[in-house]
Protein backbone atom coordinates (compact mmCIF):
# COMPACT_ATOMS: atom_id res chain seq x y z
CA UNK A 1 0.00 0.00 0.00
CA UNK A 2 0.77 3.51 -0.72
CA UNK A 3 2.81 5.58 2.44
CA UNK A 4 1.06 8.32 1.66
CA UNK A 5 -2.71 6.64 1.58
CA UNK A 6 -1.69 4.62 4.58
CA UNK A 7 -1.38 8.24 6.15
CA UNK A 8 -4.51 9.72 4.95
CA UNK A 9 -6.09 6.13 5.99
CA UNK A 10 -4.54 6.52 9.68
CA UNK A 11 -5.84 10.11 9.70
CA UNK A 12 -8.95 9.18 9.13
CA UNK A 13 -9.36 6.64 12.14
CA UNK A 14 -7.88 8.66 14.37
CA UNK A 15 -10.41 11.46 13.29
CA UNK A 16 -13.47 9.22 13.58
CA UNK A 17 -12.05 8.00 17.26
CA UNK A 18 -11.59 10.98 18.48
CA UNK A 19 -15.18 11.75 17.97
CA UNK A 20 -15.99 8.32 19.91
CA UNK A 21 -13.65 9.59 22.85
CA UNK A 22 -11.36 5.98 22.46
CA UNK A 23 -8.64 6.76 24.77
CA UNK A 24 -5.03 5.65 25.17
CA UNK A 25 -3.04 5.43 28.28
CA UNK A 26 0.02 5.14 29.88
CA UNK A 27 -1.37 2.47 32.01
CA UNK A 28 -2.81 0.50 28.29
CA UNK A 29 1.07 1.32 27.46
CA UNK A 30 2.52 -0.42 30.71
CA UNK A 31 0.67 -3.12 30.08
CA UNK A 32 1.14 -3.50 26.66
CA UNK A 33 5.02 -3.37 27.10
CA UNK A 34 4.77 -5.70 29.74
CA UNK A 35 2.95 -8.85 28.12
CA UNK A 36 5.01 -8.63 25.34
CA UNK A 37 8.15 -7.99 27.15
CA UNK A 38 8.83 -4.24 25.51
CA UNK A 39 11.25 -2.05 26.49
CA UNK A 40 13.15 1.10 25.36
CA UNK A 41 16.57 2.30 26.54
CA UNK A 42 15.83 5.56 25.43
CA UNK A 43 12.63 8.05 26.60
CA UNK A 44 12.39 9.50 22.74
CA UNK A 45 12.22 5.58 21.68
CA UNK A 46 9.61 5.09 24.08
CA UNK A 47 7.73 8.04 23.49
CA UNK A 48 8.19 7.29 19.62
CA UNK A 49 6.36 3.90 20.25
CA UNK A 50 4.15 5.15 22.73
CA UNK A 51 1.87 7.17 19.90
CA UNK A 52 2.33 4.58 17.54
CA UNK A 53 0.67 2.31 20.28
CA UNK A 54 -1.85 5.00 20.66
CA UNK A 55 -2.55 5.37 17.12
CA UNK A 56 -2.68 1.42 16.61
CA UNK A 57 -5.26 1.23 19.81
CA UNK A 58 -7.35 3.96 18.00
CA UNK A 59 -7.63 2.32 14.95
CA UNK A 60 -8.06 -0.82 16.61
CA UNK A 61 -10.77 0.38 18.28
CA UNK A 62 -12.49 2.35 15.65
CA UNK A 63 -12.39 -1.09 13.49
CA UNK A 64 -14.27 -2.90 16.53
CA UNK A 65 -16.92 -0.35 17.36
CA UNK A 66 -17.55 -0.67 13.22
CA UNK A 67 -17.52 -4.53 13.24
CA UNK A 68 -20.10 -4.37 16.48
CA UNK A 69 -21.95 -2.02 14.00
CA UNK A 70 -21.85 -4.27 11.22
CA UNK A 71 -19.58 -1.71 9.41
CA UNK A 72 -16.51 -3.72 9.61
CA UNK A 73 -15.74 -7.65 8.33
CA UNK A 74 -13.43 -8.33 10.89
CA UNK A 75 -12.38 -7.56 14.34
CA UNK A 76 -8.48 -6.35 15.10
CA UNK A 77 -6.33 -6.76 18.09
CA UNK A 78 -3.43 -5.53 20.22
CA UNK A 79 -0.28 -7.98 19.00
CA UNK A 80 3.42 -7.93 19.14
CA UNK A 81 3.57 -5.11 16.54
CA UNK A 82 0.84 -2.49 17.85
CA UNK A 83 3.56 -0.63 19.06
CA UNK A 84 5.06 -0.47 15.20
CA UNK A 85 4.20 1.92 12.53
CA UNK A 86 2.54 0.40 9.44
CA UNK A 87 6.59 1.03 6.85
CA UNK A 88 8.00 -0.86 10.68
CA UNK A 89 5.43 -3.71 10.56
CA UNK A 90 5.85 -4.50 6.79
CA UNK A 91 9.84 -5.05 7.70
CA UNK A 92 8.95 -7.08 10.50
CA UNK A 93 6.74 -8.97 8.18
CA UNK A 94 9.26 -9.43 5.78
CA UNK A 95 12.00 -10.01 7.91
CA UNK A 96 10.21 -12.90 9.72
CA UNK A 97 8.74 -14.01 5.81
CA UNK A 98 5.15 -13.96 6.64
CA UNK A 99 3.17 -14.55 4.06
CA UNK A 100 -0.56 -14.21 3.94
CA UNK A 101 -2.09 -17.52 2.68
CA UNK A 102 -4.46 -16.70 0.15
CA UNK A 103 -8.16 -16.65 0.84
CA UNK A 104 -7.19 -16.37 4.63
CA UNK A 105 -7.60 -14.03 7.19
CA UNK A 106 -4.88 -15.20 9.19
CA UNK A 107 -1.27 -14.65 8.85
CA UNK A 108 1.14 -17.61 8.86
CA UNK A 109 4.27 -18.39 10.47
CA UNK A 110 5.46 -17.23 14.07
CA UNK A 111 4.89 -13.52 13.83
CA UNK A 112 1.69 -13.79 15.82
CA UNK A 113 2.58 -16.27 17.76
Known amino acids: MNFKLTLVIVA ?18 AKFKEEYNKSYE ?3 TDLFHYNTFCENLIIIEQNNHDFDTGEAVH ?4 NKLSDLSPPEQ ?8 VQKVRGSKRTTTEAYE
Open 42 to 44: LAE
Open 75 to 78: KLSV
Open 90 to 97: QEYLKAHR
Open 12 to 29: TFIACASSLNYKCTQSDW
